[in-house]
């Protein structure tokens, strides 16, 4: 007979994603590769021209950036004055949506490196855009077919199957108690 406090019993944990497990290993070799071809040009030509390189990278990652939150930025003020003239947008997408990766882009070309400035100018190639985009749209929505309910990708499926247009209809579901008696109502949600 045992006597004393028993051992808490904790739930096991859940395995490690192959992601939280390769991708420090995945930034240490980038960083490594980095340095490396920084050290390959220095030695090949010199320190200024790497300097050089470093310098114009980031100038133009900052041009990509402005130039891509201007235009972000438009499209949103457009949008918000068709939405108060009460003019209804059209339900296509309009040629917006390299928005993100044109700022990921000069994201990348600002991070001192090669590797990282050679990618982000391919994020600027529109054909790139189209397929990174349709690649990302494509793993999206697959995540979110297959998420367990009561996770975040979850509660995004229930939200998309519920409200297919986004708009929120106000109103109060009153049930009949089995024996006929009623429930009083309760009064509707606000914000």
Do not use: C
């Amino acid at each position: 007979m045992t006597t004393g406090a028993q051992t808490p019993r904790y739930p096991a944990r859940p395995p490690r994603s192959r992601l939280r497990t390769f991708l420090p290993l995945g930034i240490a070799a980038w960083l490594v590769l980095e340095i490396w071809l920084l050290t390959l040009v220095a030695g090949a030509s010199s320190g200024l021209v790497v300097f050089l390189v470093l310098v114009a990278g980031f100038i133009l990652g900052s041009v990509v950036i402005k130039r891509a939150g201007r235009r972000a930025f438009r499209k949103l003020s457009e949008a918000l004055q068709q939405q108060q003239s009460g003019v209804v947008p059209a339900a296509t997408r309009p040629n917006s949506e390299g928005n993100g990766l044109m700022m990921l882009g000069g994201l990348l070309l600002m991070i001192p490196g090669l590797v990282s400035d050679a990618v982000g100018l391919l994020l600027l190639l529109p054909p790139v855009q189209k397929a990174v985009s349709r690649s990302a749209e494509r793993t999206f929505e697959r995540k979110l077919r297959e998420a367990d309910p009561g996770t975040l990708g979850g509660a995004f499926q229930q939200a998309r199957m519920h409200q297919p247009d986004g708009k929120v209809v106000q109103g109060e579901i009153i049930k009949d108690e089995p024996g006929g008696t009623q429930q009083e109502p309760r009064p509707p949600l606000t914000h």
